[in-house]
């Protein structure tokens, strides 16, 4: 999946914010209306309400209303193209990964046989 570069800056602003990560973490089981987000950031409701509705901008939550109450949950569109971006650099370093162990697991299968090497004949190491 390829994301423009001007979307990977937007959602990298968006959540560069640690009270806007607070909110996207406070949302992550489900729909909350304003006052459990504001329990949950630590901040105050216009706080919280000016970082929801950039959230809401940005396209990371939706609101729906309910009677007086508004209620928000995050959308998935962003999180899936945040992921889609991300697969690629996942991807090269569970290959570096997956390199790094071979190598290492074959230092430790020629370490014994090295230490063998150096034991003489009346069984002490040199």
Not at 2 to 26: G, S, Y
Not at 71 to 92: I, M, N, S, V
């Amino acid at each position: 999946m390829r994301i423009c570069m001007c979307m990977q800056l937007d959602v990298f602003q968006v959540l560069a914010d640690p009270t806007r990560r607070r909110i996207v973490e406070a949302l992550r089981y489900g729909e909350q209306q304003v006052s459990d987000v504001v329990e949950k950031a630590g901040i105050h409701q216009s706080g919280v309400s000016r970082h929801l509705r950039i959230l809401s901008e940005s396209g990371f939550v939706s609101m729906r209303p309910d009677g007086q109450r508004r209620l928000y949950a995050l959308k998935p569109e962003p999180f899936q193209e945040l992921d889609g971006w991300l697969t690629g650099y996942r991807q090269l370093w569970d290959a570096r990964l997956d390199r790094f162990g071979a190598a290492l697991e074959k230092k430790q299968q020629q370490q014994p046989q090295q230490q063998t090497r150096r034991v003489d004949e009346k069984g002490q190491r040199k």
